[in-house]
């Protein structure tokens, strides 16, 4: 069964979105996870490419884009449209709607901006009649925090604390 989280933010920053992948991306990679991000399109994964090369001046995020036919073992690969990997126990989706492979993750994290927040609700429906864990958002808590009841502490805003 795929674990599915939702991540909503309050504020209305363009770059917002990406710096909390960036920031998943360096907790999964610290914490030995391999991640899938998925863009909705090839422009947006060339700046999540980018911004994964500057976002933090203390650490580096080995990734690569899934096209470039990468190793095995990069940690962090970068598609767009629905072109996925098996390699990536963690999957993190920017695209408007959910990707067809997302049953083959261990976990899926939808990132959702203010705009999109009722959009949210619709993608959670296909994700729950696949027979998966989806933690529905119930209330917005700040940004980029978590949105399930009781999970404040695995907030993306609190640094080392908590899992990916």
């Not at 598609?79 to 963690?90: L, Q």
């Not at 980029?144 to 805003?157: F, K, M, N």
Request: proline share 9%.
């Amino acid at each position: 069964m795929t674990q599915i989280d939702f991540y909503i933010l309050d504020d209305g920053y363009p770059h917002s979105r990406d710096l909390v992948v960036c920031r998943l991306c360096q907790k999964a990679f610290d914490n030995r996870h391999r991640v899938c991000i998925l863009t909705e399109n090839q422009p947006h994964r060339d700046q999540l490419d980018q911004l994964l090369w500057t976002f933090s001046q203390e650490s580096f995020i080995p990734h690569s884009a899934l096209e470039a036919n990468p190793d095995p073992l990069t940690p962090v690969l970068l598609g767009w449209g629905d072109v996925a990997t098996r390699e990536a126990d963690i999957l993190i989706n920017l695209r408007s709607a959910v990707p067809p492979v997302f049953s083959q993750f261990s976990r899926v994290i939808e990132i959702i901006a203010p705009d999109e927040a009722l959009r949210a609700e619709g993608r959670r429906g296909p994700l729950r009649e696949a027979g998966n864990a989806a933690r529905p958002p119930p209330a917005r808590r700040g940004a980029g925090a978590w949105l399930a009841p009781g999970d404040r502490e695995r907030c993306v805003d609190r640094g080392a604390r908590g899992g990916v």
